[in-house]
C-alpha cells in the first residue's frame, strides 16, 4: 500500500544558529593555526571530516536534514562535542528527501565581505573586540587590525565604529580600495586624496588650496588642515577608520611614510594641549583616533 507524502518518514537535524557559530570559531580558529590563516576549502574539509562535499554544503546551509552522527563527525574533526542545543528538527511541514525553503540561515561558506552587525555568522575572537572597544575610547588611539583577507577584519572594523558611535564619536570610514591608481603616485597625491576625502564626509566645504603650501611640505599641509580646518569644525571626537591599508603597502617607500606620518599624528593626539597652543581657533577641540585595517 502506498505510504502517503503526510506519513513519509522525516530523517535528519541541522544546525542551530548557536551550533553554526561554535563550528565556524572552531574552524577559523584551525585556519589561524594549523593553516597560515587561510580559509579551508570544501575540499580541504572533506578530507579533515570525512564527509562528502555534498554533505558538508548540507551541514553548512541547514536547509536539509543530516544524520545526527554526521554533525558529530563534522564537530569531531575540529575537537567539539555536539551538545542538544546545538542541533534541531528541519521544519516537520516538509518533506525532507525534497529541497526545502531558505530557514533564514545565511550561507556561512560565502559571507560576501561584510557580514551585518546582527549577523549569526559573525565569529567572535575574545578578546580582540573588548580591547578594540577600550582602545578606541582613549584620545589619540591608534589600532591596527592585521589578519589575512576573509578573516573578518572589515565586519570587526563595523563593530568598533558602532561601538564608537554609541559613545558619541564622529565616525569616518575610508577604504583606500576606492582610490585610483594615480592616488598611490606620491605622499603628496595620497595626502591629498585623503583630506579631500574626510572634507567630503564631514559635509564641509574643500578649502584644500587654503591650507595646503608647498613650502611647507605636504606632510605639514595635511596636519594645518586636520588641526585648523577637519578638527576645528567638528563638535564631536573623531574616529577614522582606514580600511584596506595593505593597498598602501604595495609602495614601500610611500608606506614608510604613510605609516609614519599616522604615527606623528598618534602622538600628537596624545598631547593635545601641544596642539591647542599652534593655534586651535576652537576652545573645545575634539580629539581624534585612528583605526586601520
Not at 582610490?179 to 564626509?201: E, I, P
Request: hydrophobic share 40%; aromatic share 8%; glycine share 6%.
Amino acid at each position: 500500500m502506498p505510504v502517503s507524502r503526510s506519513h513519509r518518514r522525516r530523517r535528519g537535524v541541522i544546525l542551530t544558529p548557536q551550533g553554526v557559530q561554535k563550528l565556524l570559531i572552531a574552524k577559523s580558529t584551525a585556519e589561524l593555526e594549523e593553516n597560515d590563516g587561510k580559509r579551508y576549502t570544501l575540499e580541504d574539509l572533506n578530507e579533515r571530516t570525512g564527509l562528502s562535499v555534498d554533505t558538508l554544503v548540507r551541514v553548512l546551509r541547514c536547509e536539509v536534514g543530516v544524520d545526527k552522527e554526521t554533525l558529530k563527525s563534522c564537530f569531531r574533526a575540529f575537537k567539539l562535542s555536539l551538545d542538544p542545543e546545538d542541533y534541531t528538527q528541519p521544519n516537520p511541514q516538509t518533506d525532507a528527501a525534497e529541497p526545502q525553503p531558505s530557514s533564514g540561515i545565511v550561507e556561512p561558506e560565502l559571507p560576501g565581505g561584510q557580514v551585518a552587525l546582527d549577523s549569526a555568522f559573525y565569529v567572535a575572537r575574545p578578546p580582540v573586540e573588548t580591547n578594540c572597544y577600550r582602545l578606541i575610547a582613549l584620545p589619540g588611539a591608534l589600532i591596527r587590525i592585521k589578519a589575512p583577507r576573509q578573516m573578518g577584519k572589515t565586519s570587526l572594523i563595523a563593530r568598533v565604529l558602532h561601538h564608537a558611535e554609541t559613545l558619541g564619536y564622529r565616525t569616518i570610514a575610508l577604504s583606500f580600495q576606492l582610490a585610483d591608481k594615480s592616488v598611490f603616485q606620491s605622499l603628496d597625491h595620497l595626502l591629498r586624496w585623503l583630506c579631500v576625502n574626510v572634507t567630503l564626509a564631514m559635509k564641509l566645504p574643500n578649502q584644500l588650496g587654503d591650507y595646503w603650501d608647498e613650502a611647507l611640505g605636504s606632510k605639514i599641509s595635511s596636519k594645518v588642515y586636520f588641526e585648523q580646518y577637519l578638527l576645528a569644525n567638528s563638535s564631536q571626537p573623531i574616529v577614522l577608520s582606514l580600511d584596506e591599508l595593505d593597498q598602501v603597502f604595495q609602495f614601500p617607500q610611500l608606506t614608510e611614510e604613510f605609516l609614519g606620518l599616522l604615527r606623528a599624528w598618534h602622538e600628537a593626539a596624545k598631547n593635545w594641549d601641544a596642539w591647542k597652543n599652534c593655534g586651535s581657533s576652537s576652545p573645545t577641540r575634539p580629539r581624534s583616533r585612528f583605526l586601520s585595517a
